[in-house]
């Protein structure tokens, strides 16, 4: 069993900063990719950026590139979720979740375990 809870979201200014963070519970969290998703109503789940077990291999979606930085803490089972310069489209549920494979992948269905979701609101 693999258990993501996610922290850190809640309601920031255009142009504010929030980190997000996952624990994840698990023997296995070391070896698997993990990443975050977005989703607002009525849209599918977006990805936001996927980090390699080792952390040495990171992938964003274009659109977040230079604003958003994924990291992790192998030692603290954690993994983290820096934005910066939110701005109000970022609104959103952000999910951290656990993919199946050990290669950054960037589709839902590639990820087996998914955190409840943590809301990140940016006012305008």
């Known amino acids: 069993q693999v258990l993501l809870v996610e922290s850190g979201g809640g309601l920031v200014q255009a142009g504010g900063s929030l980190r997000l963070s996952c624990a994840v519970s698990g023997r ?3 070896n698997f990719v993990l990443g975050w ?66 290669i950054v992948v960037t589709s839902p269905t590639d990820y087996d375990y998914w955190g409840q979701g943590t809301q990140v609101t940016v006012s305008s």
């Open 28 to 30: 296995t969290f070391s």
């Open 37 to 102: 998703f977005r989703q607002t109503p009525g849209k599918e789940r977006e990805f936001v950026a996927g980090i390699s077990w080792r952390g040495d291999s990171t992938h964003y979606t274009d659109s977040l590139k230079g604003r958003f930085t994924i990291s992790r803490d192998n030692a603290k089972n954690t993994v983290y979720l820096q934005m910066n310069s939110l701005k109000p489209e970022d609104t959103a549920a952000y999910y951290c979740a656990r993919a199946r494979s050990i």
